[in-house]
């Protein structure tokens, strides 16, 4: 402020006051009401209160120098205190940024500062400060009301293209002044210039990097907020943070550090950076910056490279991934679970879902990416396996770089093999239980007919009419028995009759009836492995595997090929190398039948060993080929696995465990002669059978044989005749009965009458029964049977 008195260029301009020297009291007034009006100047303008004590010292001080003049003579220069010193205003004032000016009631500028008259020369006093008819109008309204209330406001003039806000206020000790405060729109709009600036690009492009800024007013209140701040303050939403205190977002720890109080206790530090509007205001509206206290410190593609080396040797699949949701970083358990190469990844963790999942997955991203010490799961389907659901599990990370997210799944590649295994073997355990049950039901019909069919020949000779018919309908019986014994060997409940046998040996007996069976087309070829060992398995039913998947590996080259047949020992390490899902470890002998055909589908190849499942053409298979061999070789406590490539042909591997007891002695070959046996004999039997039609044929049969028949339903009538005294050399009973089972009566039986001759005759395999039937000296019978084999069964057990 400079004082404005010609020819000066800059004074403090005073009006036509005097003071005359010898009115002492006037003097002293006048004093006391120019430091009043400059105090209340100083306040309004600065709001300082250091510099209000200063001004008051001031006072003080040029008070002594009035008493010192009063007290002592008169002297020259006196009438320069006729005029109020303003000097104290003027360096108030000046403090200030906006342009102010002071003024009196007859219009004259009596002070002003460096802002006011750099932006409006002249020293005019408002409104005469060079502005067009309209703005002046504007400030002579203001002064007006100002005289008028105290106060007026102007909400914008124009001086040279820049706009003001103005307000204007009376003061002094008698209110004869006007103070005239002009604030430049441009600091006016640089509070809400900083909320465009954190809400624009500017503060996205900060949020990308991870950088969190906001803007706050003079009294901490936060009016503008960038994203990444939205996330780690308030999880993402930005209503709850506007307006409020930006210290009731963070807290301090004993040791001086600033963390997120969303966060909680596990949060990462933080560091402020504070960057003041005005320059000259420390105090002002500010932008605030934070960033990670740790990521500031740390290298961050050093710390990701730690982090990627650590991920790396753990066993949980793990991956990182950065802001935009593109892969960075994935183990080797995160791309076996997905079952891909870790290198040949897609660009992006949606690419491996299904369409239906791909949203869920890019909005989880998108979400934990902004939040960190955040983690949480989402169900997701694989393309590659669109039927299984796997939980994805995502965190939000810091410090890292440009990693952002944490994504895990679990290998439960084992987990998802013993679910495969489960899910398999109770498929065919059910398909198992249906095939044996309709077996058995069937069983009991073709024992009757082909009874039946044998008491009708027994009337009729060769040659007669009716004797083809007959014989004819029992030649189908015993086809359909067949295929009944199919169905109980895929249900693992046909009566085996087990030997220590070489495969080998095996494989050359049935040689020369499968070479038959291939034709002129077809040439096998046999290879022995070295050390091959021992089995334990029917040779019979051994045969039936080799000759099925011949024929079937003929019927799969209709043009011709060959069939390899091979034998091999397998050890414990070889198994374990094979990676085979279903195979323990263990020693076993394997035995291989390969084709060179046209192969299985892919989608066939789970179904090929389920009862009636053919791809053949209508008459020409029943289905039931593979599913004998399925059940034979689980009968026999082995394993059968087949690989198939359309176009190259079909290899089906086979497991049998290998024996490791005492072999007995090669046989010799030796046969007893048959000789014809007479099944005609004496006795007591009683038959126990709950189907009319079998225990009618079986009553038939054995009366014809000569001996004494008698027959119960069910096991309780059994019990009874024995309970009124009737006794029997035989009892010849079925297993499964309703009310008593055959086994329960049996037990009843001898332990209340003694050794009773039991003979069992049933649809399932005599193995099983006798796991179930804890009797000794028990005979079995399977069905369906014939004539002679009951009345044989009846003479053995007699004997």
Same mark, same amino acid.
């Given at each position: 402020?400079?004082k404005?008195?010609?020819?000066?260029?800059?004074?403090?301009?005073?009006?036509?006051?005097?003071?005359?020297?010898?009115?002492d009291?006037?003097?002293?007034?006048?004093?006391?009401?120019?430091s009043?009006?400059?105090?209340?100047?100083?306040?309004f303008?600065?709001?300082?209160?250091? @510099?209000? %004590?200063?001004?008051?010292?001031?006072?003080?001080?040029?008070?002594?120098?009035?008493h010192?003049?009063?007290?002592?003579?008169?002297?020259?220069?006196?009438?320069?205190?006729?005029?109020?010193?303003?000097?104290?205003t003027?360096?108030?004032?000046?403090? =200030?940024?906006?342009?102010?000016?002071i003024?009196?009631?007859?219009?004259?500028?009596?002070?002003?500062?460096?802002?006011f008259?750099?932006?409006?020369?002249g020293?005019?006093?408002?409104?005469?400060?060079?502005?067009?008819?309209?703005?002046?109008?504007?400030?002579?309204?203001?002064?007006?009301?100002?005289?008028?209330?105290?106060?007026?406001?102007?909400?914008a003039?124009?001086?040279?293209?820049?706009?003001?806000?103005?307000?204007?206020?009376?003061?002094? +000790?008698?209110d !004869?002044?006007? +103070?005239?405060?002009?604030?430049?729109?441009?600091?006016?709009?640089?509070?809400?210039?900083?909320?465009e600036?954190?809400?624009?690009?500017?503060?996205?492009?900060?949020?990308?990097?991870?950088?969190?800024?906001?803007?706050?007013?003079?009294?901490?209140?936060?009016?503008?907020?960038?994203d990444?701040? /939205?996330?780690?303050?308030?999880?993402?939403?930005?209503?709850?943070?506007?307006?409020?205190?930006?210290?009731?977002?963070?807290?301090?720890?004993?040791?001086?550090?600033?963390?997120?109080?969303?966060?909680?206790l596990?949060?990462?530090?933080?560091?402020?950076?504070?960057?003041?509007?005005?320059?000259?205001?420390? !105090?002002?509206?500010a932008?605030?910056?934070?960033?990670?206290?740790?990521?500031?410190?740390?290298?961050?593609?050093?710390?990701?490279?730690?982090?990627?080396?650590?991920?790396?040797?753990?066993?949980l699949?793990?991956?990182?991934?950065?802001?935009?949701g593109?892969?960075?970083?994935?183990?080797?358990?995160?791309?076996?679970?997905l %079952?891909?190469?870790?290198?040949?990844?897609?660009?992006?963790?949606?690419?491996?879902?299904?369409?239906?999942?791909?949203?869920?997955?890019?909005?989880?991203?998108?979400?934990?990416?902004?939040?960190?010490?955040?983690?949480?799961?989402?169900?997701?389907?694989?393309?590659?396996?669109?039927?299984?659901?796997?939980?994805?599990?995502?965190?939000?990370?810091?410090?890292?770089?440009?990693?952002?997210?944490?994504?895990g799944?679990?290998?439960?590649?084992?987990?998802?093999?013993?679910?495969?295994?489960?899910?398999?073997?109770?498929k065919?355990?059910?398909?198992?239980?249906? /095939?044996g049950?309709?077996?058995?039901?069937?069983?009991?019909?073709?024992?009757?007919?082909?009874?039946?069919?044998?008491?009708?020949?027994?009337?009729?000779?060769?040659?007669? =009419?009716?004797?083809?018919?007959?014989?004819?309908?029992?030649? =189908?019986s015993?086809r359909?028995?067949?295929? $009944?014994?199919?169905?109980?060997?895929?249900?693992?409940?046909?009566?085996?009759?087990?030997q220590?046998?070489?495969?080998? =040996?095996?494989?050359?007996?049935v040689?020369?009836?499968?070479?038959?069976?291939?034709?002129? $087309?077809?040439?096998?070829?046999?290879?022995?492995?070295?050390?091959?060992?021992?089995?334990?398995?029917?040779?019979?039913q051994? !045969?039936?595997?080799?000759?099925?998947?011949?024929?079937?590996?003929?019927?799969?080259?209709?043009?011709?090929?060959?069939?390899?047949?091979?034998?091999?020992?397998?050890?414990q390490?070889?198994?374990?190398?094979?990676?085979r899902?279903f195979?323990?470890?263990?020693?076993?002998?394997?035995?291989?039948?390969?084709?060179?055909?046209?192969?299985?589908?892919?989608?066939?190849?789970?179904?090929?060993?389920?009862?009636?499942? $053919?791809?053949?053409?209508?008459?020409?298979g029943?289905?039931?080929?593979?599913?004998?061999?399925?059940?034979?070789?689980?009968?026999?406590?082995?394993?059968?696995?087949?690989?198939?490539?359309?176009g190259?042909?079909?290899?089906?591997?086979?497991?049998?465990?290998?024996?490791?007891?005492?072999?007995?002695?090669?046989?010799?070959?030796?046969?007893?002669?048959y000789?014809?046996?007479?099944?005609?004999?004496?006795?007591?039997?009683?038959?126990? !059978?709950?189907e009319?039609?079998?225990?009618?044929? /079986?009553?038939? /049969?054995?009366?014809?044989?000569g001996?004494?028949?008698?027959?119960?339903?069910?096991g309780?009538?059994? @019990?009874?005749?024995?309970?009124?005294?009737?006794?029997?050399d035989?009892?010849?009973?079925?297993?499964? +009965?309703?009310?008593l089972?055959?086994?329960?009566?049996?037990?009843?039986?001898?332990?209340?009458?003694?050794?009773?001759?039991?003979?069992?005759?049933?649809?399932?395999?005599?193995?099983?029964?006798?796991?179930?039937?804890?009797?000794?000296?028990?005979?079995?019978?399977?069905?369906?049977?014939?004539?002679?084999q009951?009345?044989?069964?009846?003479q053995?057990?007699?004997a």
């Open positions: 402020m400079k404005i008195s010609p020819p000066t260029d800059v004074q403090i301009l005073g009006g036509d006051v005097e003071l005359s020297s010898r009115r009291l006037q003097k002293l007034g006048t004093l006391v009401l120019t009043i009006l400059s105090l209340a100047i100083l306040w303008s600065t709001k300082n209160v250091i @510099l209000l %004590g200063a001004t008051v010292a001031a006072i003080i001080a040029v008070a002594g120098l009035i010192f003049f009063r007290s002592g003579p008169a002297v020259e220069g006196a009438s320069a205190l006729s005029v109020p010193d303003w000097s104290i003027h360096a108030a004032v000046q403090l =200030n940024n906006a342009a102010i000016a003024s009196d009631r007859a219009g004259h500028l009596v002070c002003a500062n460096d802002h008259t750099n932006a409006f020369p020293l005019k006093a408002p409104p005469d400060i060079g502005l067009d008819n309209a703005n002046r109008a504007l400030l002579d309204a203001a002064a007006s009301a100002a005289w008028r209330d105290g106060n007026a406001d102007v909400a003039i124009v001086n040279e293209r820049r706009a003001y806000s103005v307000k204007v206020a009376r003061v002094g +000790m008698a !004869e002044y006007l +103070m005239w405060h002009f604030v430049a729109a441009e600091e006016i709009d640089m509070e809400r210039r900083a909320i600036m954190i809400t624009g690009h500017i503060g996205a492009a900060m949020s990308s990097s991870g950088v969190m800024a906001l803007a706050v007013t003079t009294d901490g209140r936060v009016c503008a907020a960038n990444a701040f /939205a996330s780690r303050a308030a999880s993402g939403d930005q209503q709850p943070i506007l307006g409020r205190l930006f210290a009731d977002f963070v807290r301090m720890d004993e040791k001086g550090s600033v963390y997120f109080e969303s966060e909680g596990w949060g990462l530090p933080i560091r402020l950076l504070q960057v003041p509007l005005d320059e000259q205001n420390a !105090e002002s509206a932008l605030l910056l934070v960033v990670d206290e740790e990521s500031a410190k740390v290298d961050r593609g050093l710390a990701l490279a730690h982090v990627e080396q650590l991920l790396s040797t753990l066993p699949g793990l991956a990182l991934v950065d802001r935009d593109r892969f960075l970083f994935a183990n080797d358990a995160f791309a076996r679970v %079952g891909v190469e870790a290198h040949i990844l897609p660009p992006y963790p949606a690419d491996l879902v299904i369409n239906e999942d791909k949203g869920a997955v890019l909005e989880s991203i998108r979400r934990y990416s902004r939040r960190s010490m955040t983690s949480g799961d989402i169900a997701i389907r694989l393309k590659e396996r669109p039927d299984e659901v796997i939980a994805l599990s995502i965190a939000g990370v810091r410090g890292l770089g440009e990693a952002a997210v944490l994504l799944l679990k290998d439960d590649s084992e987990e998802i093999i013993l679910k495969r295994q489960v899910a398999q073997q109770t065919m355990e059910s398909i198992g239980q249906l /095939a049950g309709v077996a058995h039901d069937f069983n009991n019909i073709l024992t009757a007919i082909i009874g039946y069919c044998d008491l009708m020949l027994m009337r009729h000779q060769p040659g007669d =009419n009716d004797y083809d018919d007959i014989q004819q309908i029992k030649n =189908n015993n359909a028995a067949s295929l $009944t014994r199919q169905l109980l060997a895929f249900s693992r409940q046909q009566t085996l009759r087990p220590i046998l070489q495969l080998a =040996n095996v494989v050359a007996d040689s020369n009836l499968l070479k038959r069976l291939l034709g002129e $087309t077809v040439q096998l070829e046999v290879h022995h492995g070295v050390g091959v060992g021992a089995v334990r398995a029917d040779p019979g051994l !045969e039936q595997v080799i000759v099925n998947l011949g024929v079937n590996a003929r019927d799969a080259m209709p043009k011709g090929g060959v069939v390899h047949i091979r034998t091999a020992a397998v050890s390490r070889e198994v374990a190398a094979m990676g899902e195979l323990p470890v263990g020693d076993y002998v394997q035995l291989s039948v390969e084709d060179s055909g046209v192969g299985i589908p892919k989608e066939n190849l789970s179904k090929i060993f389920e009862p009636f499942f $053919t791809t053949k053409e209508l008459g020409k029943t289905g039931l080929g593979l599913s004998t061999v399925y059940g034979i070789v689980k009968q026999s406590g082995g394993f059968i696995f087949a690989d198939s490539q359309l190259k042909g079909t290899r089906f591997d086979i497991f049998l465990p290998a024996y490791s007891g005492d072999v007995p002695a090669p046989d010799t070959g030796k046969r007893e002669s000789i014809q046996k007479e099944f005609w004999g004496s006795g007591r039997i009683l038959i126990v !059978e709950d009319d039609m079998v225990r009618a044929v /079986a009553e038939r /049969a054995l009366v014809r044989q001996y004494v028949v008698e027959t119960a339903g069910d309780e009538q059994a @019990l009874k005749l024995f309970a009124d005294g009737k006794r029997y035989l009892v010849i009973s079925d297993v499964v +009965m309703p009310h089972d055959g086994p329960s009566m049996a037990q009843q039986l001898r332990k209340t009458y003694g050794d009773v001759r039991l003979l069992f005759i049933s649809g399932y395999a005599e193995e099983q029964l006798r796991q179930t039937i804890s009797l000794d000296n028990v005979a079995f019978l399977a069905k369906p049977f014939s004539v002679q009951i009345a044989e069964a009846v053995d057990a007699l």
